[in-house]
């Protein structure tokens, strides 16, 4: 066998490992881990890296991508945080590498890219479902063992991710109702809105609404025109006030966000009361060395500085629950630019794709990260973390292969 086939061999089983990972991160976390690590391996493997840095070279993404994770690298040589510290924020970061890798490899061939987004869907699809079977059956797979209405019944990691991961796989069921035919559209349709009832009614959390909002809006935006898209936001507006009036679990986290937030001052340790005082108080680290910030992993130690009682340190100083903030506290006013680059390029490349699917996915997944962003740390967290990075390689793959001519030159 020569060295040729050996690399193409290499580089296919590459492409169909990065397959599995998408299919696996959404139920399995340590089964994606392994294969999104043995792809990368494979690539390795595979050599002719120069030849496949420049299919993805030219890509913002794979820069901005690169420059963040290079800033990270750089903080480690002013922290005062401990090894242990530093070392896991590389290793939770190392992501944005990878993502470089996932470019190559998906950019090359459509219908791998095809197979990655249909595995992914698969996943969102059994959890979907899973979470409906749960208000009746208990299934030893789901996290949440408690059935009936007015119970959360997130299945796989917890119910914030579980609704994150939801919210674009409503987006992307709406658009292949729009682009369907027959029965298949109106098989879509009804997944869109058992995917959506599955976040209002069927989970707690107020992320999920937020970010289902968000996800409808920009199905309207993208796919509809003129007075069609008016009228189909005034109806999205009457669906969700509706979704509202009939979702006991809906009335109730809104009643206790109002409540967090009215007693934010007397108990800073509720869901809502945790993140006003993180918002109050990061600023404040924010502002002692604002260009290049405190370095990297130094949040853990240095919020503690500026918290109005330090012994409430272990409560504070995992996340401040806000990704522009923290990158801000660790990496200053240079990590954020980074960042707002990197979600700014994501919406550059989906604007000049010709396919309508990358084009919308690509704008759906942007404005659910920089939204998400603002009340978690989507970066940090797991599986968080292989949702936006994994879909950023896919869309961004997909749609800077389907780019217009003008924007090729």
Known sequence: M???AISNRCNAAAQWTLVGAFGAFPIALGLANALMLLAVLLWCL???????????????????????????????????????????????????????VWLALLWQVASIRQHALNAFAAAMAFTAVSTWLNVWFQLPWSQSQNQGWGVSHHVFGDYITQNVMMALFVLLALFRARAGRDWVRWGWAATAVLAAVSITHLSDGRTG????????????????????AVAAMLAGLLGLGGLLATSDTMHARFDKAVAEAQQHD????????????NYKTTPKLVAEKPLLGWGTGAYHT?????????????????????????????????????????????????????????????????????????????LWSARESHFFTLMAALLASSAWASRSPTSVK
């Not at 993805?56 to 800033?71: D, E, K, T």
């Not at 005062?80 to 990878?98: G, R």
Request: hydrophobic share 50%; aromatic share 10%; glycine share 6%.
């Open 2 to 4: 020569t060295l040729t």
């Open 46 to 100: 595979g050599g002719h890296w120069a030849e496949r840095w420049q299919a993805v070279s030219r890509n913002p993404v794979a820069w901005l991508a690169l420059a963040l994770y290079g800033l990270m690298l750089l903080g480690v040589l002013y922290t005062p945080a401990p090894a242990d510290d530093w070392q896991l924020h590389l290793k939770k970061y190392v992501k944005l590498p990878m993502m470089v």
């Open 209 to 228: 609404y937020v970010l289902l909002a968000v996800a409808v809006g920009v199905f309207v935006l993208t796919q509809l025109k003129g007075r069609v």
């Open 266 to 277: 007397s108990d800073n340790t509720s869901s809502i009361g945790h993140r006003l005082y």
């Open 302 to 378: 240095q919020i503690c500085h500026v918290l109005d009682k330090p012994e409430q340190c272990p409560t504070f100083s995992w996340h401040p629950h806000n990704q522009y903030l923290f990158l801000a506290a660790e990496h200053g006013m240079v990590g954020l630019g980074l960042y707002l680059a990197l979600l700014v390029s994501m919406a550059w490349v989906a604007l000049r794709s010709t396919d309508p699917q990358a084009r919308t996915l690509l704008l759906g997944l942007t404005a659910l990260l920089a939204v998400n962003s603002l009340f978690n740390s989507p």
